[in-house]
């Protein structure tokens, strides 16, 4: 179901905004879901996931197999403040990822250490928890270094919607979960590295590892939030999810 306009959320430094709720955003066809922001860092549709309208939150649903969103159409076509940014995203999983840590909500990740990583938001490679991991050498494999992935403390559970927010701030890594901080991390480093290689992807990472369930809104910024800022975001679109 589209609404008119998008919700009063934080602005400042707003650098992806796609919202499946908002008709300017995605009009229910077509496979580009556009950006909000104002940057044109348009998700683009890959093999047609579901769109879902028929709910209070509209989303699209991904099969596992072969469906995603590509925003960066080449490695070297975004950019972002890689000393401080933040990564939210509206997601649902109609049941519980496979392996567990393919829940991907947003990515700029191959796989494994050496592999030329960046940042990725997602299902963690532990029992139902959400995880934001960076990578500042090449050296992680994802969730395996006290100082690069910070963790929910509380579990998720299947058909349930839930905003995951990841910060980095000049070493300072959190995850929030329905606005709320949960877990921070800090490393010796400030700066996340710098990938040619690696796409900006939603549903994929590493060109094989799909992911399932629902994503409703993707958000990027190239700042990290304030938790005032974060809360705010989740409180003005909490009631589309029924929470």
């Not at 700029?108 to 990578?135: C, H, M, P, Y």
């Not at 800090?186 to 690696?198: E, F, G, I, L």
């Amino acid at each position: 179901m589209g609404v008119k306009s998008g919700p009063r959320i934080a602005k400042d430094s707003l650098l992806i905004y796609l919202d499946a709720s908002v008709s300017r955003s995605y009009s229910g066809s077509g496979n580009t879901w556009l950006d909000l922001s104002g940057n044109n860092n348009h998700g683009y549709l890959v093999n047609t996931p579901t769109f879902n309208s028929s709910e209070a939150a509209s989303n699209f649903s991904f099969n596992g197999t072969d469906e995603y969103i590509d925003i960066s159409t080449s490695p070297n076509t975004f950019s972002y403040n890689r000393s401080s940014f933040t990564v939210i995203g509206w997601t649902r999983y109609s049941s519980l990822p496979n392996p567990n840590w393919t829940g991907v909500i947003l990515a700029k990740w191959n796989i494994g250490s050496s592999q030329n990583n960046e940042f990725i938001l997602n299902t963690a490679d532990n029992a139902r928890v959400f995880g934001f991991s960076v990578d500042y050498d090449d050296s992680l494999s994802w969730n395996d270094a006290p100082n690069d992935t910070a963790l929910t403390t509380t579990t998720y559970t299947t058909n349930t919607w839930y905003h995951v927010c990841g910060t980095f701030n000049n070493g300072v890594l959190s995850i929030y979960l329905n606005g709320i901080l949960e877990n921070s991390v800090t490393s010796a480093y400030t700066t996340v590295r710098t990938d040619n290689t690696a796409y900006l992807r939603s549903s994929l990472f590493n060109n094989n590892i799909y992911s399932t369930g629902q994503r409703a809104m993707i958000q990027m910024y190239n700042r990290a939030l304030t938790a005032q800022e974060i809360l705010q975001n989740y409180n003005a679109t909490k009631r589309r999810y029924g929470l």
